[in-house]
Structure formats: C-alpha cells, structure tokens
RNA sequence: CGGGGUGUAGCGUAGCCCGGUAUCGCGCCUGCUUUGGGAGCAGGAGGUCGUCAGUUCGAAUCUGGCCACCCCGACCA
C-alpha cells in the first residue's frame, strides 16, 4: 500500500488479507470467526506482550488470572454492562456429550444441562469484581492493581483477521482504589502507559481523548481512548482505558473502611489491548512488498544471507560471517543467519521483506575481500555498503533510525489524511477520501447519532489537549465550543 | 439475519453458455547446470471437479436441494 492510499473496502480486505496470509501471520480457522495465529504472527504478539507487561510492572501492576466462565447471574447485576455485551455472548448451556443411540455421532446430553447457564467471557469485569469483594476490606488493602492475560470471545456477526475476531487475546487490568481522584490518574496514567507503547515499540502515532457518551464502555462513566488511523483512511480504536465510578463495586457490594473509619465503595478502573494492535501494526506500515515489522517488535531484527558458489564456498561465508552474528548479538541485537542451501540468496531477500525483517546483511566473496557487509533496509528498501569493522554500532544506530523513521512516515501520512471542516458538505467529501476530520459538534448524542446513520461516520475521541474554539456544530447549526474528532472506523 | 459472489491437485485458475473423465501457472519430487534480487533445462508425481439427488447411453458442464467460504450491510474493540 504505503503509496496509494484508499478507502475502498474491498480492493483493501483483499490487499490485508493476502498480506496476512503471505507474511504468514494468521489464518481463518474451522470455527467461524476464529483465527489461528501463526508463529510468525505470534513471535509478534509476543514481544509486544512482553514490552507492555514490563510496562505494567514499572507502574506497579502485577499479573493473575480469572476463569473463562462466568455465571449468567452475574451480568445482571450491572444493567448497562449487561446491555453493552448481551448481544454477543457464547453461553455454556451442557456439561456432557454422548453417542446418538441411532448411530449419526456425538450428541449433546440433554441430562446434562446446567442450573445455571455460564458466559463464556466477553470481558471479565463481573467475575473480577465478586472476586474484590472477598479481597478488599479496608483501605489497607487498596489500591489493588491486577492485570490478567486471557482470551475473550464476542460473537461478533462479521470477522477481520486480528482487527475482529470472535475470540482474541488481549490483556485487562482491573483496579481498585480508595478515591475517586486515585482511580483517574490510573485511568490516564495506563492511557499514556498505552499511547507511549503503540508509538514507541509500534511506532504508530495516536490521538489521546476521550470517548462520548455513545462511545463509551458498559459501565464507565468515562472511557478514555487512543485512536490510530491506518493506511486506508479508517480509524482503529488501539487501546481504551475506563474509570468506572463506583458501579461495579456497588453491583458487587464491594466496601471498605477508609482511613476515617467509615464505609464506602471502592472506585475502579478497567484497562485493555488485544490482538487488535496486531491488525494496526500490520495496516500501519506494510507496503506492496509486504510485512514491515519496527525493529523493537521484531523477533529477528537482522537477518544475514551467505552467497555462495558449492559447499566449500558456503562452508567459508560460514566461517567468515559467524564472528559479525557475534559482534551484533553481544550488542543484544537478534540476529537469524540463513544459509539453507535449498533456497537461493533473491528467494530470501523476497521473503524476509515479504516477512518485515527490518535490516538484511548478505554477504558475498566480493564482501569477503573488501572486509564489507551488504545492509539493506526495509523500512526504505535500500541498500548501502558497511564496513565489517564496526558493523555492530552501524547496525545498532540503524536499527533505531528505523524505528524513529517508521513512526514518522507514519504520523507524517496521519497528517496529510487530516481534515478540518465546517459544513456537512465539506464533511461527506473529506469522509470520502478516508482519515480524520476535525469538526464542530454541538454536544449532543442526537446529532452524533444522525451523523452516523448518515455518513458512518462516528466521534472517535474529543482529543485530550483540544482548544476551545467558538463555532458552529456541522449538522444542527447549533453553538459549539470545540472541534472533535470524526472518522469511519473499524 | 438480509444482498452479492465463489467452490475444479497444496495454492491460484481455464473449461460450463453449446454434455463425451479436465487446461495452464506456481508449488512439490528426481537429475544436471546454477547461486550479488523470487534460477534454467529435462523428466515425474498429484484431481471420486463442495455435496446429495434428478435428466441422459454418458454430467465439471443441464435441473433442484443442501453445505462451506468470501465480500457488502446491520452489530462491535
């Protein structure tokens, strides 16, 4: 992509999905909706997984884990929670198979049917909370600040590798605090912990706010947000971040004894990124030549290719090039050396773009005689001559070079698809060449509403660090007192 | 759940209108030559044409049902 930029859907799909297939990332599985993640996909989300669970510790979290069932009961007990997901819950109904006594296969036991439905998690706000209560007493035992790693499932009625899939993996963070004011700051300090990952590790800018009324999760009073815009014009919600009141803790009866010795509901926040980034990170930077993977997200940051004559020549490039893969790994650079004699040296180069290994050395009898490495960049697609002497602090600074250049082709692309508008007319033309549009909006969800029933278009965050500014709202002509963010999302 | 489309070898496809057991490319296997941008030549393996039924001497092809998947919408991170 990178170069043409366009919203049309369908030549789109077609582009991401042939992409994921052949950057061999993920793939549909034989239950609808659901995605198998490769291990090439994988080795991504893994070291995202592990960038942002450092992230958590660093601020204080710490890791457990919650069952994949819920009991139905429980999600009556927040009314809008219960709204919010309702529509898109797997329920475990039996416990128990057996063969059909007429022979055609495995049955379901009709004996075996549960008192009690279980909810296969959507999100695990319900069971978390009924668990707090037996933790939490007094205001010795806050804050509690808890993240899980899990899977959820939500029934969605239509799926797109990584970006929505019925189940997906994603982290939550659930906490607990004894003020209002304390479950704020936790509610933006994991925003910016958020906003700092996705642009310094996925080198992807973002915009910080906050989501309206309509926007908002089941069961918040507030959802703050980080919107991304992908290369084809739509916004990519990447990560949210909610202050919850005191609504959980009062559907769960969760109360503890402050500091004055009287008893009150604890504040909570809830927090999460999922598999979704995965998507953003692939829409974000591929080209047409594939995956373009940041160097401080990649699993194998340099690849090294030998080019050879028979076995002897290869047998001496494997000689030569061992002490550069040392050189760059004591740097604590990763490094794959791959000298399969069953593919040829413009196989590999092809596929390692195709797969978004940031840098490539090949190196050659003429490299061997000169005492010169061939590097080639991904992000740029070009090649320069290094010397050996040295390599490992050449490589090091272009690696980070990449990095920082990766995010700001990114935010520079962000930029330009950015338009500012003040009629619905100039609204619905800049909706059609894709991006955001920053517009009046007179406050109300009647309006937001309309204008999504007509263009599709919905308010993606009121941005954390608007200006005031006097102006009129785009549908309703009414006064409004800042601009906000709109854009067709996923 | 509505609208559209597609099912032929591991993948991508031609053939279907106008019935006669299947085309081409990639990939795979063997051999030789190759190796600084997805190698060349020669030989080879691989398909109950999504499925069930009907029409017919004969069905990938015509008719009907069913199934699966993809795209677009409603829903949503």
Redesign the pocket.
């Known amino acids: 992509m990178n170069k043409e930029v366009t919203p049309r859907?369908?030549d789109f799909?077609?582009w991401y999905?042939d992409l994921v297939a052949?950057a061999d990332l993920a793939e549909?599985s034989a239950v609808?909706g659901c995605m198998v993640i490769k291990p090439n996909g994988y080795a991504i989300w893994e070291k995202m997984q592990q960038a942002l669970d450092k992230m958590f510790k660093d601020t204080g979290h710490v890791n457990a884990y919650f069952p994949l069932f819920i009991p139905k009961s429980f999600f009556s007990k927040e009314a809008s929670h219960v709204d919010?997901f309702a529509?898109?819950c797997a329920v475990v109904t039996h416990y128990r198979l057996k063969n059909a006594e007429d022979g055609s296969g495995v049955i379901v036991d009709p004996d075996a049917k549960l008192e009690e439905e279980l909810i296969v998690r959507p999100t695990s706000e319900t069971i978390i909370w009924h668990t707090y209560k037996g933790w939490i007493q007094s205001y010795r035992d806050l804050p509690l600040l808890i993240n899980q790693w899990a899977n959820v499932v939500?029934w969605?009625?239509?799926t797109?590798l990584f970006?929505?899939?019925?189940e997906?993996l994603w982290q939550e963070g659930h906490t607990a605090h004894a003020t209002a004011q304390e479950a704020i700051e936790e509610t933006e300090r994991m925003l910016n912990v958020y906003a700092d990952f996705v642009e310094n590790f996925m080198a992807v800018p973002v915009v910080k706010g906050v989501k309206t009324a309509n926007?908002r999760?089941?069961g918040a009073l507030d959802t703050y947000c980080i919107e991304a815009m992908l290369q084809d014009g739509k916004a990519?919600?990447a990560g949210?971040s909610h202050f919850l009141g005191q609504n959980f803790a009062k559907a769960f009866d969760v109360k503890f004894t402050n500091k004055e010795g009287t008893l009150d509901y604890v504040w909570a926040t809830s927090w999460g990124v999922?598999?979704?980034l995965m998507g953003a990170l692939i829409m974000s930077h591929s080209d047409d030549?594939g995956l373009v993977i940041p160097p401080k997200l990649a699993h194998t940051q340099v690849v090294i290719v030998p080019?050879?004559?028979?076995d002897e020549g290869l047998a001496k490039m494997n000689v030569a090039i061992a002490p550069i893969k040392q050189k760059l790994e004591a740097k604590g650079i990763s490094v794959k050396y791959d000298n399969r004699?069953t593919q040829?040296?413009?196989?590999k180069?092809?596929?390692y773009?195709?797969k978004g290994i940031p840098v490539?050395i090949?190196?050659?009898?003429?490299?061997?005689a000169n005492g010169t490495v061939?590097v080639?960049r991904r992000d740029e697609?070009t090649?320069e001559v290094f010397p050996i002497e040295g390599i490992e602090n050449n490589i090091e600074n272009l690696l980070k070079e990449i990095q920082d250049n990766l995010y700001k082709k990114a935010l520079a692309r962000r930029e330009e698809s950015m338009h500012q508008v003040d009629t619905m007319e100039e609204f619905k033309k800049a909706l059609e060449k894709g991006g955001f549009i920053y517009a009046h909006w007179d406050g109300t969800s009647e309006t937001e509403q309309k204008i999504k029933e007509e263009t599709?278009a919905t308010i993606r965050c009121i941005p954390f660090d608007n200006k005031k500014e006097n102006g009129t709202c785009i549908y309703s002509g009414k006064p409004s007192e800042q601009r906000v963010l709109f854009a067709i999302?996923?």
């Open positions: 859907a369908e799909s077609k999905n052949k549909h609808r919010g529509k898109e939500r969605e009625m239509r797109r970006l929505r899939t019925a997906f926007e999760f089941a990519l919600q949210t999922s598999t979704r030549k080019i050879y004559k028979g004699d040829r040296p413009g196989w180069f092809a596929e773009e195709m490539r090949a190196f050659g009898e003429r490299d061997l061939e080639a697609l090649k599709k999302a996923y």
